[in-house]
């Protein structure tokens, strides 16, 4: 499970912001975990205005797990255009760190960069008997490298000052199978690069359906779900259409999802993209869910809610408040414009995100605010303003 997040210098984000999935004894109250004697939530909500810089925390986490695990295959994953700094400390590194548990072993990741320079790199594993980390790696730009494990001198050759360490060694394999496994265990609706709308349909339906035939057991629980929550559809079913446009995947068809509905004895097949926007976004959220309650591992969401009612919302979120429901210690860490959400919350799980005077996120977790309950009702005292991070609207 992952402790904590910490980003510094990313966007709007300028001085240190942290989110914090680690409790204190006294707060274990609802949706966490105990792994190694450590309380560790389940759940992390963001709120806070538009344009307080809560997307941001969320393509800051993203972006660097993805450099961490996958920047030495994938040149994409470090181009110079992601990693932009707070306009008011150019010429300063951005900074990141996480600690996180795997295998029952407490692990340490640290990483600076400037001008698509990695700056120092440092990759650490906690000693339970001291409590100290010891680093397994130490990388300082054109220094040296200090480490514990033997690297082969050509593959260190093919390490380059964009990339990291870190996702070389993990891609070649320095790390047995079972080891560093949670890195790879997030999923996302968040991507660090800038685009409007959805990518295109066609690719999006294609790698839907290819998912859904690879695994017949999330294509049943998913029409099983489908059916629980009422959205009229009583089956799916996988097939392959023509592609008018074969440039747009390359291929003379792509794969495609019927959702058929039941309607007096008589069945009407259905594109799936004919379907509500609301209804495609769950589908495409229930595959993340799947599998992170299958495997463990960490879901990240912007805007949970987005095109779902808020019923339906709750309903993915006490999945992760119910430990019989969410075996494998899975976390999420969400947004939200809907502060309901709040009311089932533990003011552990409750960060609010807002701008300062100099124009930087800030992120205060619920429980550092002086005198906050816990049998508060944080959505009604958020809507009064108590915890600031609301909108400031003007009157006209």
Known sequence: MFLNFKIKNYRSIGQEIVVDFAISDSQKIS????VNGKAINNIACIVGPNASGKSNILKGIVLFLRYMCRSYSIPSFRDA??????????GQPIEF??????????????????????????????????????????????????????????????????????????????????????????LTNVSPEFYVGYPNPLVR???????????????????????????????LSLDKLKNANANALGEKEYSTIIAHHKI??????????EESSGTLHYIELFIHLY?????G????????????????????????????????????????????FLQDLTKTQIFIAEKNTKGETELTRLDDIQGVRNDENYFIKYLAGEYDGRPKIKDV
């Not at 599998?291 to 495997?295: D, L, T, Y």
């Open 31 to 34: 949706a966490y975990s105990e």
């Open 81 to 90: 255009s992601l990693f932009d700094t707070h306009f008011c400390c150019k």
């Open 97 to 186: 760190s996480t600690e996180f548990i795997d295998d029952d072993t407490q692990y340490k990741y640290e990483i600076s960069i400037l001008n698509n320079v990695v700056l120092k790199e440092t990759f650490s594993v906690l000693n339970e008997d001291t409590k100290r980390y010891n680093i397994v790696f130490k990388r300082e730009a054109y220094k040296p490298i200090q480490t514990t494990i033997d690297i082969n001198e050509q593959d260190l050759e093919r390490l380059q000052n964009d990339m990291s360490l870190l996702s070389l060694m993990l891609e070649l394999n320095y790390f047995n199978k079972n080891e560093l496994k949670i890195l790879k265990s997030f």
């Open 205 to 235: 339906l294609n790698a839907l359906t290819r998912r859904l035939e690879q695994d017949g057991l999330l294509l049943e629980e998913l029409i099983e779900e489908l059916k629980n929550i009422y959205t009229g559809i009583t089956g």
């Open 264 to 273: 007096a004895n008589s069945n009407h097949p259905l594109l799936i993209l």
């Open 291 to 295: 599998e992170i309650f299958k495997n």
């Open 297 to 340: 591992g960490l879901l990240i969401s912007d805007e949970l809610e987005q095109s779902l009612h808020p019923d339906i919302t709750n309903r993915i979120i006490s999945r992760f408040l119910d430990k019989n429901k969410n075996p494998n210690n899975a976390q999420i860490l969400f947004t939200t414009h809907n502060p309901w």
